[in-house]
Structures are given as C-alpha cells and as structure tokens.
C-alpha cells in the first residue's frame, strides 16, 4: 500500500520558517509529479507547490520568493522550504502524488501537517 508520511508541520511566529518533508513508500517516486496543498479551516484544499517528475516547478503567487519546492529522487521524499512565514500561512499542508498517463491515473495523499503562524 502506497504511503505518503508528512513532517516538519509545527507552530512558528511570523517572519520565522519551516521545512515540511514527505517521504513516500511503495511508489516508483521517480516518475511522479509531486505538489504540496494548503487547507485552511472553511476553505478548500489548493496547491501551494508542485514539483514534476522532471524537476520544473511552480508556485501560487501568494507564496513565489517566500517558499521552495525540492525533491530527492535517492530518499523518495520532497521537501517544502518555507521562509518569511506569515498568519495566513496557517494551514493544514498535505503532500500529493500523482501520475497520469493514456492508461493510468494514480492519486495518492498524505495525512497532513499542521502549519501555525502565530502573529
């Protein structure tokens, strides 16, 4: 059974920063596209940052030169390097894992980690 385990989440005052990691297990980590999400109480689930099987990125604007997406291919994990955190950051973050092809279509979800930004 696929797994994706978070870490990293906790509580940090405004300016300060964290580092999430994700960490995969029963997966071919190699060809798939890997994103973190952000759900805030009452809001939906959105992506923050997304990282390609090939290594492109992409980031929402509200976090571009704020935080960085990396991955290691050897340890199966990605990270997500956040910097000049801010209240509005605090959310639940949850690690994603997905592939798609013409014949498959894999989803896969981490539990999630707290992110609180006190201010």
């Known amino acids: 059974q696929v797994q994706l385990v978070e870490s990293g989440g906790g509580l940090v005052q405004a300016g300060g920063s964290l580092r999430l990691s994700c960490t995969a297990s029963?997966?071919?980590?190699?060809?798939?596209?890997m994103g973190w999400y952000q759900q805030a109480p009452g809001k939906q689930r959105e992506l923050v940052a997304g990282?390609?099987?090939?290594?492109?990125?992409n980031y929402a604007e509200s976090v571009k030169g704020r935080f960085t997406i990396s991955r290691d291919n050897a340890k199966n994990t990605v990270y997500l390097q956040m910097n000049s955190l801010k209240p509005e950051d605090t959310a639940v973050y949850y690690c994603?894992?997905?592939?798609?092809?013409?014949?498959?279509?894999?989803?896969?979800w981490g539990q999630g980690t707290q992110v609180t930004v006190s201010s």
């Open positions: 029963r997966l071919m980590f190699t060809i798939y596209d």
């Open positions: 990282i390609t099987s090939g290594g492109s990125v």
């Open positions: 994603n894992a997905r592939f798609t092809s013409d014949r498959i279509n894999s989803d896969y």
